[in-house]
């Protein structure tokens, strides 16, 4: 365990060290939507962001939007802009995809590096015909995102993995990394950090991995480790859920109340109390793992990454305290029990999963995930539209004719059969806004829900 703090603290300061800001923070009405493949249409992260910025930013509402199909590549992503993509008028527009494109088995075969430019190249001249598009939407602000890696250097029994497969998914980060200085458009690298995180781990255990047993799609840890790099790219490190800081000594002499309100401090030889209102919630981490095949949970990537030191931080400091240990309720919920000297040097509420500020992130943590499987039903309805119908010209039919020429092809197409229960449903425009409706409602108590809340805070000493 000591030598993985270690390793965490290494890598953090190397982090620190080379990220600045680099993408444009969400602004009040944002549509932000991400394009990318499975990794994108079954993955958090996306929903991950959305929740920092519920908790973080309250009262700024914003939309953040899965464009993702499992199995795309650059070219699939092309033909789906117009009915997929650019119909959500997205505001930001991130761009992710290379994983299929860079292909897979033959990297073990008898020319892989031949393969390798083989599909180095297709997947360039995909990118210029997106490429083309892009620059046809003047107001929606462009992000290139280099995305997740393939891990070649896990050790996973019974997946040998392909050797070369990330090399050439790097040369196809590096072409988006110049076509954003091109076009002045934003740009993000995540292949190489999570890489840099793979390898700092693996030292002390060759089976980890940020990107699932399959080495290619992220468990939830690695998709907060995902958000974590894109909230601090936009600039988000030191932004804290609120900081206070009291002098005991001097009759709760407020010193410090960034981003909240202190009032009616009251205090005498035992107790210190006072009125707390902040302008945020603290982020809620999730202790579940969850999404089709998952095994580890958002809060695993904590071990990894500092989210709670950098983005995470509800700091409640009390000095000038007489030597002893100290009750904390909140809203005469008892939250804790600390000493003097802990309270001197702070503690961050944001770990205390029994305030009721936590909560009330919790309720809208849960909101969120409802409101996440919603819409993942339809990217499982969008992948048989686009994946098969539109090749079929039957895009967007609906009609009986789609229903036999599917089932004709079930026994041919694995994923076509784990999506005709799902089709069977959405082909129906009853259902499809029903469900639209529901994932309104969701988002509207999600921004009626966290909306912070004063609280009364009490502090104790004990006899």
């Not at 891990?151 to 040998?160: P, V, Y």
Request: overall charge neutral.
């Amino acid at each position: 365990m000591k030598r993985i703090y270690i390793a965490l603290v290494i890598f953090a300061s190397l982090v620190t060290a080379s990220f600045s800001q680099t993408l444009i923070p969400f602004k009040d009405g944002e549509r932000a939507v991400f394009l990318g493949n499975s990794i994108t249409d079954g993955g958090h992260y996306h929903s991950y962001i959305w929740l920092y910025y519920m908790t973080r930013f309250p009262y700024m509402n914003i939309q953040v939007m899965n464009a993702g199909i499992g199995g795309d590549t650059a070219y699939d992503m092309y033909k789906r802009l117009d009915g997929d993509v650019f119909s959500k008028n997205p505001t930001t527009l991130f761009v992710t995809f290379g994983m299929n494109d860079s292909g897979y088995m033959e990297y073990n075969g008898d020319n892989p590096q031949e393969f390798g430019n083989q599909k180095y190249q297709e997947c360039y001249k995909n990118f210029q015909k997106i490429e083309k598009r892009l620059l046809g939407l003047p107001n929606t602000k462009i992000v290139m995102l280099g995305g997740s890696p393939y891990d070649e250097h896990a050790k996973i029994q019974g997946n040998t993995a392909l050797n070369g497969k990330n090399d050439v998914m790097i040369r196809i980060v590096e072409f988006q990394r110049k076509a954003a200085e091109k076009h002045g458009w934003q740009f993000l690298d995540l292949n190489e950090t999570m890489s840099d995180i793979n390898a700092t781990f693996q030292k002390q255990d060759s089976t980890f991995t940020l990107c699932g047993n399959d080495r290619i799609h992220p468990d939830n840890d690695g998709h907060m480790v995902m958000a974590y790099l894109i909230l601090k790219a936009q600039g988000f490190v030191g932004n804290k859920v609120a900081d206070i800081e009291i002098d005991a000594n001097k009759k709760g002499s407020i010193i410090k109340s960034d981003n909240c309100e202190i009032s009616d401090v009251t205090q005498n030889s035992k107790e210190l109390s006072f009125t707390y209102l902040a302008n945020a919630l603290p982020y809620p981490i999730d202790t579940v793992a969850r999404g089709w095949g998952a095994k580890k949970s958002q809060s695993k990537a904590l071990k990894y990454i500092s989210f709670m030191e950098e983005m995470n931080q509800e700091l409640l400091k009390i000095i000038g305290m007489k030597k002893g240990s100290y009750s904390l309720t909140i809203d005469n919920e008892n939250v804790g029990v600390w000493s003097s000297e802990e309270f001197k040097n702070g503690i961050n509420l944001a770990k205390e999963t029994k305030t009721p500020q936590y909560q009330q992130s919790l309720a809208i943590m849960h909101l969120n995930e409802f409101r996440w499987e919603i819409e993942r039903n339809f990217r499982d309805y969008a992948w048989v539209q686009f994946g098969f119908f539109q090749e079929k010209g039957l895009l967007f039919a609906n009609n009986a004719k789609s229903v036999e020429v599917m089932d004709q092809n079930l026994d041919k197409n694995l994923w076509l059969r784990v999506h005709r229960e799902t089709y069977s449903k959405y082909m129906h425009q009853a259902v499809r806004e029903a469900r639209e409706k529901e994932m309104e409602l969701l988002i509207s108590k999600i921004y009626e829900t966290n909306k912070p809340v004063s609280r009364r805070i009490k502090i104790k000493k004990i006899n």
